[in-house]
């Protein structure tokens, strides 16, 4: 049986409730997202270019730390029918191949008139720095919804 993904109604939602994320970035992921956003930054791609910059190695993509929130937002808290309505994000530490990262997300606050919720937004690195901080502005679903969760898609990097 597959897994399966639920998520939590706006009327289900408390203030303080949390959610994580996490992963381990890999030099693929690095590549996967130049690929999807066009992003060819050499401080990301070319280890040369890249010891020679304020952090001597290469870094991840801000934004995909950024993705990571997402992700947790979409498929964890509040989670499938979320509809993101925006985001304030501030980057703090880089992100290096093999850093570990944990995207926490936590109710901060529920609009009842407009049904809308804002979310603390947090990255932090295997060591407990904080790497991104913000917070997001969601309208989170109505109804309830159980449903089998969408493996991740397998990406061959060629080149």
Request: no cysteine; net charge negative.
């Amino acid at each position: 049986m597959s897994e399966m993904i639920e998520n939590f109604t706006f009327d289900e939602l408390t203030v303080g409730q949390t959610a994580e994320m996490a992963r381990t970035l890999a030099k693929e992921d690095i590549a996967v997202f130049a690929a999807a956003s066009l992003d060819t930054n050499p401080a990301h791609l070319d280890d040369e270019y890249a010891k020679n910059t304020l952090f001597g190695e290469v870094i991840v993509h801000g934004m995909w730390s950024a993705g990571l929130i997402s992700a947790a937002i979409g498929t964890k808290l509040p989670g499938v029918g979320t509809i993101y309505l925006g985001q304030d994000l501030q980057f703090r530490r880089p992100v290096k191949i093999g850093d570990t990262v944990t995207a926490k997300i936590t109710v901060v606050e529920k609009d009842d008139s407009k049904k809308r919720v804002v979310l603390e937004t947090l990255v932090i690195n295997q060591n407990g720095e904080k790497v991104v901080v913000g917070k997001a502005t969601v309208l989170a679903p109505a109804e309830k919804i159980v449903r089998p969760a969408i493996p991740v898609p397998q990406v061959q990097i060629v080149g």
